[in-house]
């Protein structure tokens, strides 16, 4: 059973540029969510879709945003990014209403 | 606001020997706690939860301990084995608001020969 796929795992973007990350959930699995690691935040929650609605969503700016379709795969974008924004960005997958998430392997942003 | 917090940056166990990670918590909404394990350039691995219906859950090597009346979850690993050095966080999640994982800052484990 293929794990959560997140795409690409590297990414070097300049300042002010836009960027789009992907994300397979596991299947079946109808829930997706996002997290950002950063060194001096930790993991720090984006938001969660569920059937292609956004459930929730965490304390980040506008310029964070994502979408779910109908097969379930997720993107998130960042716009106008900026050095800060460089980290490693998590996505996370789970059946239904389920609580244990499994998470990919992570896109790994670098901002210049 | 830290809600979630591990007072314990990292943690050295000699091979075999007990380790206990600890975590604190501040909100009395969170009903639900997990337990990952994360090596570096990796997402976290689940690796056990508990529900505050219950004040121990056990897997394997792995044994979580809740004391709900001190907010505090602790993961214990008998025997330790080198594979398990990683960093390890602790989360939480507040039924009713979503399936958000609000995570501590973790803690290296270090398991020596």
């Known amino acids: 059973k293929a794990g959560v796929t997140q795409t690409p795992r590297y990414l070097i973007k300049t300042r002010g540029q836009q960027v789009t990350l992907s994300c397979s959930p596991i299947?079946?699995?109808?829930?997706v969510s996002w997290y950002q690691q950063t060194p001096g935040q930790g993991l720090q929650f984006l938001f969660e879709y569920f059937s292609e609605t956004q459930r929730n969503k965490g304390n980040f700016p506008g310029r964070f945003s994502g979408r779910q379709f109908s097969n379930s795969r997720s993107e998130m974008n960042v716009s106008t990014l900026e050095l800060g924004d460089s980290a490693l960005y998590l996505c996370?997958?789970?059946f239904g209403a389920g609580r244990v998430y499994t998470f990919g392997s992570g896109t790994r942003l670098t901002v210049v | 606001d830290q809600q979630v917090k591990q007072n314990s940056p990292s943690l050295s166990v000699q091979e075999g020997r007990i380790s206990i990670l600890n975590c604190d918590y501040t909100?009395?909404?969170?009903?639900?706690f997990l337990w990952y394990k994360k090596y570096p350039a990796e997402g976290p691995t689940f690796l056990i939860s508990i529900s505050s219906i219950k004040d121990k859950n056990e897997d394997g090597r792995f044994t979580v301990f809740l004391n709900k009346s001190a907010k505090h979850l602790s993961l214990h690993i008998v025997p330790s084995q080198p594979g398990d050095s990683a960093v390890y966080f602790c989360a939480a999640i507040a039924t009713g608001g979503g399936n958000k994982l609000t995570f501590g800052t973790g803690t290296q484990l270090k398991v020596e020969l």
């Open positions: 996370a997958s789970s």
């Open positions: 909100n009395s909404m969170f009903d639900y």
């Open positions: 299947s079946g699995h109808r829930s």
